[in-house]
Antibody, heavy 122, light 111 residues
Framework: EQLVESGGGVVRPGRSLRLSCAAS????????IHWVRQSPGKGPEWVAL????????FYLDSVRGRFSISRDNSKNRVFLEMNNLRPDDTALYFC????????????????WGQGTRVTVSS | QSGLTQPPSASAPPGQRVTISCSGG????????VNWYQHLPGTAPKLLIY???QRPSGVPDRFSAFTSGTSASLVISGLQSEDEADYYC????????????FGGGTKLTVL
C-alpha cells in the first residue's frame, strides 16, 4: 500500500502547478484521498479532500477557488491543480488516504506519501 | 478556520507517563472523532490513534487516548527515548463547508 506524489517545483507568484498522487497496493476507488501540506517550521495543514468516487470535494478556505482536486480511478491517481499560487502556499505537499473505506469525514490518514515540495517565490 | 488547541510542549523522563491535551469546540470535537499523529522530522506523520481511542495495528499499547466533551487527551506510558517527537490531534470540522482541522502540535521531550 503506497502513495507517491510528484509535480512539485519552484514557481513565481501567480503561476500554476499540478500535483499528482499515484496509488498502488490497495483498492483505490474505495478510499477518499486528502492533500495535506506542511510549511517549514509549522505543523500539518489540511488542504483538500476528494470522495472515493469523486462525487464530493472539500477545500481549505484559503485555497478555495484557486485549487482544484480531482481523481482518475482508472489510473489510480489523484491530482491537485494549484492556480494563482502565493508565497504562503510554499510547503511540502502530501497526499494521504482516509483510513475508512467509503469514508471521508474523519481526518484519520493511515497511508501517506513522501511529499512533493512546492516553493512559490519571486 | 477554527482550530484545535494543544500545549506547545511536554516533557517527562523515560519510563514515566505523559498526557497531551487537545481542546476543540462545538464544530469539531463535540460531534466528530479525534485522531492523533506522531511526527518525526523528515518523515510523513504517522497515525497513532483514530476514532478517539483506537490504535492501528503495529502501534504499541503504551499509546492510548480518551475524550471528554470538546477535549481529547493522548497518553503515553512507559516513555521511551524514541517517543521524542511532535504530536498532533486532528478532527473533521463541520464549519465553513466542512474541513479537517489539525492542532498546533505538542513537542514531546524525553528528559
Amino acid at each position: 500500500e503506497q502513495l507517491v506524489e510528484s509535480g512539485g517545483g519552484v514557481v513565481r507568484p501567480g503561476r500554476s502547478l499540478r500535483l499528482s498522487c499515484a496509488a498502488s497496493g490497495f483498492t483505490f476507488n474505495n478510499y477518499a484521498i486528502h492533500w495535506v501540506r506542511q510549511s517549514p517550521g509549522k505543523g500539518p495543514e489540511w488542504v483538500a479532500l476528494i470522495w472515493y468516487d469523486g462525487s464530493d470535494k472539500f477545500y481549505l478556505d484559503s485555497v478555495r477557488g484557486r485549487f482544484s482536486i480531482s481523481r482518475d480511478n482508472s489510473k489510480n491517481r489523484v491530482f491537485l491543480e494549484m492556480n494563482n499560487l502565493r508565497p504562503d502556499d510554499t510547503a511540502l505537499y502530501f497526499c494521504a488516504r482516509e483510513r475508512r473505506e467509503f469514508g471521508g469525514f474523519g481526518g484519520a490518514f493511515d497511508i501517506w506519501g513522501q511529499g512533493t515540495r512546492v516553493t512559490v517565490s519571486s | 478556520q477554527s482550530g484545535l488547541t494543544q500545549p506547545p510542549s511536554a516533557s517527562a523522563p523515560p519510563g514515566q507517563r505523559v498526557t497531551i491535551s487537545c481542546s476543540g469546540g462545538s464544530s469539531n470535537l463535540a460531534s466528530n472523532a479525534v485522531n492523533w499523529y506522531q511526527h518525526l522530522p523528515g518523515t510523513a506523520p504517522k497515525l497513532l490513534i483514530y476514532s478517539n481511542d483506537q490504535r492501528p495495528s503495529g502501534v504499541p499499547d503504551r499509546f492510548s487516548a480518551f475524550t471528554s466533551g470538546t477535549s481529547a487527551s493522548l497518553v503515553i506510558s512507559g516513555l521511551q527515548s524514541e517517543d521524542e517527537a511532535d504530536y498532533y490531534c486532528a478532527s473533521w470540522d463541520d464549519s465553513l463547508g466542512g474541513h479537517v482541522v489539525f492542532g498546533g502540535g505538542t513537542k514531546l521531550t524525553v528528559l
